[in-house]
Structures are given as C-alpha cells and as structure tokens.
C-alpha cells in the first residue's frame, strides 16, 4: 500500500481534541493511521486576526481512489463542525492530502502533491519528523531538503508528544454518527 501523508490543522475549540478526533473520524471511513508526527504550535497563515494552529502531519494506508480520499477527509472535517466562511478563515479541522507515493494529480478539487506544501514550514517540519526522505514527485527533493529551503519564516513551535490513534470500534459504534441523539 502506498504511504500517503495528511496535513491536519486546528485553531479553534480544543485543538488537540480536533485532531484526534479527526484522525478517529478517518479511521470510521477507512482510512487507517500508521504513523503521526508530533504536535506543533503554529501562527495562522493568510487571514492573521485569529488563533495560533496546532498542526499535525500523519501518515494514513488508503485503499481507494485520491478523489474518495478527498471526500472522506472532507466528511470527517464536517463531522467535527468545519465552517467554510473565507479562505484561510479559522477552523475546527483542516485536513489536506500531502503526498500519496510519487503520484501527481491535478483534478477538479485536488493537486497532490499539494502545491503550497513546499512553502510552509508548518507542513514540512511535522512531514520532516516521520518521513524526511521521503521524495517530492515534481520537486525531486526530499521532505528533509525541502524543509531546508524553505523560505517562510514563521515559528513552528513543538508543543506535544506524537499520540496513537485507536482503531474504529469494530462493532461500528461510531460516536460522530450518534451526538445529538437521546435514548
């Protein structure tokens, strides 16, 4: 199975709670978490009057098609009450697919690699953490590298551990599904 890297960012509510949460949300559609990076703490990009990020990279195993990854991120960023008010706006969770192999695939809706993750400090130095060597199709550098020459200048501060993620209930209670139901 190819290794496919998901960025993941949240700056409201609880942020790490977000994260796991969305990680879990993932994993109810399929989406099975080998690896993540540990936590990093992260001045937004773009629209700037709102909340510092906690942000993540995980490594995911995916079966399907890019587009029905796309779509099971896009599910689990609802599950947890994502709002699309502006670009760059806050946000409970943003998921972005990274890298998937040495794929490249621009469609309607999706570019992997993505085409600003060389840009950022804050995707690259949690993707740095677990897959440094890892080759950028189009770039032909590694993560490591592109860390490197990276020009943006925000501060990527570390502020926790990596954590596991717990495997989907098998019984397929899945707890996104039940909130707001009584009884």
């Not at 942000?55 to 995911?60: F, H, R, S, T």
């Not at 990274?98 to 060389?118: F, N, Q, T, W, Y």
């Not at 677990?130 to 501060?155: F, G, N, T």
């Not at 209670?173 to 909130?179: E, K, L």
């Amino acid at each position: 199975m190819t290794p496919i890297y998901l960025a993941l960012g949240s700056n409201l509510s609880d942020r790490e709670l977000a994260l796991r949460g969305g990680l879990r949300e993932l994993a109810n559609r399929g989406v099975s978490t080998r690896r993540v990076s540990s936590l990093y703490d992260t001045d937004p990009v773009g629209f700037l009057n709102q909340p510092t990020f906690l942000n993540m990279v995980a490594e995911v195993g995916w079966e399907g098609t890019p587009e029905e990854l796309l779509a099971r991120c896009l599910a689990a960023e609802n599950a947890l009450g994502r709002v699309r008010e502006f670009r760059d706006g806050p946000r409970t969770l943003d998921i972005d697919v990274l890298l998937a192999g040495d794929l490249v695939l621009k469609s309607r809706g999706l570019e992997i690699p993505h085409p600003r993750m060389h840009l950022r400090r804050f995707v690259l130095r949690p993707l740095s953490e677990i897959a440094p060597h890892v080759i950028h199709p189009l770039m032909r550098l590694s993560v490591q590298e592109l860390l490197e020459k990276c020009q943006d200048v925000a501060e990527v501060r570390r502020v926790g551990e990596p954590f596991t993620v717990e495997p989907p209930d098998p019984s397929g209670y899945n707890p996104a599904a039940s909130r707001g139901k009584h009884g």
